[in-house]
């Protein structure tokens, strides 16, 4: 079955990065769109940001463009997230994800419901 492994949250203080990454099994990784999503308690999940299959096209969130980098090794079956500049509001629980099937129609954030296999997060606390 698809597991996804995230490794690489932690604290850091505003203006900070991080880098956390998603170890994938179970799936073709180089033919999943795969993003990052990412929760705050009493809150919806939200997706952050996507990347197609190959690599070549991303897609993020307002919130994080500009910030943000998502990319993808496909000879490891790993999934990137580099966050800088981070700031108090990105605290969250980040969850690696991708979606039953093949292909990338229509991977971007704002096609989250299709997203069904998240890791088990990793925690990212940015204090001020």
Not at 1 to 21: D, F, I, N
Not at 25 to 36: E, I, P, Q, R, V
Not at 67 to 72: A, D, Q
């Amino acid at each position: 079955q698809v597991q996804l492994v995230e490794l690489g949250g932690g604290s850091v203080q505003a203006g900070g990065s991080l880098r956390p990454s998603c170890f994938a099994s179970g799936l073709t990784f180089d033919s999943a769109c795969m993003g990052w999503f990412r929760q705050v308690p009493g809150k919806e999940r939200e997706a952050v940001a996507t990347i197609y299959s190959g690599g070549g096209n991303t897609a993020y969130v307002d919130s994080v463009k500009g910030r943000f980098t998502i990319s993808r090794d496909n000879s490891k079956n790993t999934l990137y997230l580099q966050m800088n500049s981070l700031k108090p509001e990105d605290t969250a629980v980040y969850y690696c994800a991708t979606r039953r099937g093949r292909g990338d129609y229509n991977c971007r954030p704002e096609s989250a419901p299709g997203f069904v296999y998240f890791g088990q997060g990793t925690q990212v606390t940015v204090s001020s």
